[in-house]
């Protein structure tokens, strides 16, 4: 009977969560239910002065956001110091782990000698032959020590999901470092320890966590453990093809949601990042991408992060949503802006859905919103010289704003909307000169900005007083 697929996301709270990182947690989540498996999240937090409270938190807002709930508990490794301790145990019973003593300064020795003789560095087992007595005696004399974990010089195999068969050589690495002491485990043996306890099956995780495998290999075999599938994901790039890094930017899960990103945008281009579906299909549900989804379709090669093309998605999934919806999520960027509290208006969906209903189609992301309506909520600030249309004069706008307000000014309240605006505007316009003479000056005196809505659009959400009241203020600075 083959065994239920369970993945695992094991990240460490040492910072918020990285958008690689909730690639990683999106792909074992799609792989783990596409396999009718189960998720498991765990928190690797034994680095006990890097990791913060704070830092898990962002993580588990920040998963639950993207909408990748985990099964089972959360497991977190700094409750499970004496699992670790027992296979500290089985390790020194086995004569697979010793204590090292040697310094920091004779380390940097070692390897600065090794690299001026074109060797790879690695340490030479210097304190593997020391003998319990020894050990316990310098343990006495409280030198600073560590412990390591013998690693056989031989060939070690695995087979990749994605990469297919890859070799170590073993010989080649040197002893490695397992723990402190028996209070701190490091990331190789408390992973190994964790993945053996949580039964998982399939290990999906950065192409920079390759050389780790042969280690932990050898470590499940030491303590008995059964090898888990291993599928090591493709880096992410920046636009320039090097690795993302903070060079290129923020590249936390929360900065892209204080943008204004949606959860639903991100995951499709996270899910992009390394994989595609074989059509060319680019707008995923995470429904979909969980039917749809398949290691086999993981690429080798880096993965190139195109903030434009998250945009695109973006806007993609900004277009598609419900007014209501939409108006709701734009409420926290024009609070924090203070438009809603600077005009005095009710901040509820149905005054702000006239108002987004007419950007929908332009909005990229959420953070844009308060720019592109700021006009509806306090005046417009504009010079004389920019109500001006191309060679017209002053005198020649201030007329048709006056003509344009005695127009406006024969529409009754009830009929104030866009298209009896515009079917009352336009025949006007179309007599004059240029169409423009009456069109641009309104726009900016609505707006006080060069691209808007149509003007028509505007005056009907702002209404007839605050039309009226507008176009007064601008033919008084002309």
Known sequence: MVAAVRTRFAPSPTGPLHMGNARTALFNYLFAKKEGGVFLLRIEDTDKERSEKKWEKDLLENLTWLGLAWDEDLLRQSARTEIYKEALQTLFQAGKAYYCFC??????????????????????????????????????????SVIRFVLEPRKVKFHDLIRGDIEF????????????????????????????????????????????????????????????????LPLILGEDRTKLSKRHGDFSVTHFRKQGYIAQAVVNFLALLGWNPGTEKEIFSLSFLVKEFSLERVQKGGAVFQQSKLEWINAFFIRQM??????????????????????????????????????????????????????????????????????????????????????????????????????????????????????????????GKQASAGPFDVAAVLGRKETLERLMIARKKL
């Open 103 to 144: 310094t920091q300064e004779e380390l940097e020795a070692l390897r600065q000698d090794q690299i001026s003789r074109g060797e790879a560095p690695k340490y030479s087992g210097k304190c593997r032959t020391l003998n319990a007595k020894e050990a316990e005696q310098k343990q006495k004399n409280k030198e600073p």
């Open 169 to 232: 050589d073993a010989g080649l690495m040197g002893d490695i470092v397992v723990a402190k002491d028996w209070e701190t485990p490091l990331y190789n043996l408390s992973a190994v320890v964790d993945d053996a306890a949580m039964n998982i099956t399939h290990v999906i995780r950065g192409e920079d966590h390759i050389s780790n495998t042969p280690k932990q290999i050898l470590l499940q075999e030491a303590l008995g453990f059964k090898r888990p599938l291993y599928a090591h």
């Open 322 to 447: 419900p007014l209501q919806k939409l108006s709701e999520l734009c409420i926290p960027y024009l609070k924090e802006a203070g438009l809603p509290a600077q005009a005095g208006l009710d901040s509820s969906p149905e005054t702000l859905e006239p108002m987004v209903k007419l950007y929908q189609e332009r909005i990229k992301k959420l953070s844009e919103v308060p720019e592109l309506l700021d006009f509806f909520f306090k005046k417009p600030e504009y010079s004389a010289n920019q109500l001006v249309w191309n060679d017209f004069s002053k005198e020649d706008i201030g007329k048709a704003l006056q003509e344009l307000e005695t127009v406006l000014q024969a529409i009754e309240e009830k009929d104030w909307n866009k298209e009896t605006l515009e079917t009352t505007i336009m025949p006007h316009a179309a007599k004059q000169q240029s169409r423009g003479v009456w069109l641009w000056p309104m726009r900016m005196a609505l707006t």
